[in-house]
């Protein structure tokens, strides 16, 4: 996509915040290993219930980088349309098909996340009055969670952003 569409001020701040996201967590994903491995087998102690602290902050990991992924349209795709058809009419409209396909899976993922998310976070009967939480560290599961929709949110803005600049490349009949 062209680069001016990523220089405004939202991408900025939005960049900014799964930066440290990306960062932070990476870093206490490392100690979290590095500790608990050392914990266990060097002073013969058990760490107990990091692994549940390493699923929240893994969750984040996952979902900011996913949208980060978006964002600079880095992700995983079958490009196989770019290599074998010419820039012609064919292959932008094939473009434009494809992220159409991207949007409304990812509209599903955002639904489907979205109540995800409400049950961890208003509890079963939905009136806030069990709340799901971890089973040692009684983390209200919600935590991890939020970052399933946050990420499927970005990832589907940065998805419609692409099909209307592949639309209006297509309309204007140059390549994307």
Do not use: Q
Not at 117 to 130: H, I
């Amino acid at each position: 996509m062209p680069d001016e569409a990523k220089k405004n001020l939202f991408d900025r701040i939005v960049v900014g915040f799964f930066s440290i996201i990306l960062i932070v967590n990476s870093l206490l994903m490392t100690l979290l290993i590095t500790g608990a491995a050392l914990s266990r087998y060097i002073f013969k102690v058990n760490f107990m219930g990091y692994d549940e602290i390493a699923v929240l902050v893994a969750f984040w990991l996952y979902f900011m980088g996913a949208a980060y992924g978006a964002y600079n349209n880095s992700h995983v795709t079958a490009d196989i349309v770019d290599a074998y058809f010419p820039d012609n009419l064919a292959r932008r409209v094939l473009r434009v098909l494809r992220w159409l396909a991207a949007c409304v899976a990812c509209g599903l993922f955002v639904y489907y996340g979205f109540g995800y998310f409400k049950f961890s976070f208003a509890g079963p009967l939905g009136n806030f009055t069990f709340k799901p939480t971890s089973m040692i560290w009684r983390i209200p599961l919600w935590t991890s969670h939020a970052s399933i929709f946050a990420g499927l949110i970005f990832m589907e803005v940065y998805f419609l952003r692409n099909l209307f600049l592949c639309t209006v490349m297509l309309g204007r009949g140059r390549e994307a």
